[in-house]
């Protein structure tokens, strides 16, 4: 539920992949217990499905390391995973994006995986075969801080209903070099004279979005900040 499973299993496909020693705790985690059935509403109304992603990315001289929950394109690959199927995307400078999937939960699968380690062990002790699979990795390896990782969000608003709110929240958004791509308001409550905005943003820096939250936090006109979820596209 909060995304450590996941965590432990990016910290060693990251180190293969890269080469490099990345450790779970140099991993960014959250899990899904934040979502509410409202976010899964906007994201199918907005063409998107929700998925637990574990993203790991290598890009100049850092390495990228996170699992959160992501908002994705509803006619993706990994938009299709769901039950027991798990699914790795892999994307390389010739290969393109490649994908492997199957059932990564239950008895059987399992079992599977457990006894093929195993008879992998024991063939490579009467074998006399040692370590086939030895990679020397990195341990300089430089991790990329939350705070820089760059993406688009998706943030659902309580707020006053009245002219000029949304004129407020696009300026707090602005002065922190946020641009908004679309807004939807609906009426929520007409009783406390609240409606709940949802906002979709341009590519925009971590950091730089967890300073304009708690901007938006105080905002008199902010009644709540429902939630906000990472898009990866």
Same mark, same amino acid.
């Given at each position: 539920?909060?995304?450590?499973?996941?965590?432990?299993?990016?910290?060693?496909?990251?180190?293969?992949?890269?080469?490099?020693?990345? $450790?779970?705790?140099?991993?960014?985690?959250?899990? +899904?217990?934040?979502? !509410?059935?409202?976010?899964? /509403? =906007?994201?199918?109304? &907005?063409?998107?499905?929700?998925?637990?992603?574990?993203?790991?990315?290598?890009?100049?001289?850092?390495?990228?390391?996170?699992?959160?929950?992501?908002?994705?394109?509803?006619?993706?690959?990994?938009?299709?995973?769901?039950?027991?199927?798990?699914?790795?995307?892999?994307?390389?400078?010739?290969?393109?994006?490649?994908?492997?999937?199957?059932?990564?939960?239950?008895?059987?699968?399992?079992?599977?995986?457990?006894?093929?380690?195993?008879?992998?062990?024991?063939?490579?002790?009467?074998?006399?075969?040692?370590?086939?699979? $030895?990679?020397?990795?990195?341990?300089?390896?430089? +991790?990329?801080?939350? !705070?820089?990782?760059?993406? /688009? =969000?998706?943030?659902? &608003?309580?707020?006053?209903?009245?002219?000029?709110?949304?004129?407020?929240?696009?300026?707090?958004?602005?002065?922190?070099?946020?641009?908004?791509?679309?807004?939807?308001?609906?009426?929520?409550?007409?009783?406390?004279?609240?409606?709940?905005?949802?906002?979709?943003?341009?590519?925009?820096?971590?950091?730089?979005?967890?300073?304009?939250?708690?901007?938006?936090?105080?905002?008199?006109?902010?009644?709540?900040?429902?939630?906000?979820?990472?898009?990866?596209?």
């Amino acid at each position: 539920v909060e995304g450590i499973d996941a965590a432990y299993k990016l910290a060693i496909l990251a180190s293969l992949a890269f080469q490099s020693q990345v $450790q779970p705790e140099d991993i960014y985690c959250e899990g +899904i217990s934040r979502l !509410s059935s409202r976010d899964f /509403r =906007y994201a199918r109304e &907005l063409g998107f499905a929700i998925k637990l992603l574990a993203i790991a990315k290598r890009s100049n001289h850092s390495i990228e390391v996170r699992v959160h929950p992501v908002f994705i394109p509803e006619d993706s690959l990994l938009a299709k995973v769901d039950g027991v199927y798990n699914a790795i995307l892999v994307e390389g400078d010739l290969v393109g994006q490649v994908l492997f999937y199957g059932q990564g939960a239950g008895p059987l699968p399992t079992s599977s995986a457990v006894i093929s380690d195993i008879v992998s062990e024991a063939r490579d002790i009467v074998l006399n075969a040692g370590n086939r699979f $030895q990679v020397k990795l990195d341990s300089g390896a430089l +991790i990329k801080p939350m !705070s820089e990782i760059e993406t /688009r =969000y998706y943030l659902r &608003l309580s707020v006053a209903d009245r002219p000029g709110v949304l004129a407020r929240i696009t300026k707090v958004l602005g002065d922190h070099r946020i641009s908004i791509a679309s807004v939807i308001q609906k009426e929520a409550d007409s009783a406390a004279q609240t409606a709940e905005a949802v906002i979709m943003t341009h590519p925009a820096q971590e950091k730089a979005m967890q300073q304009a939250l708690d901007e938006l936090a105080h905002l008199a006109v902010v009644k709540e900040i429902g939630n906000f979820v990472r898009v990866e596209a």
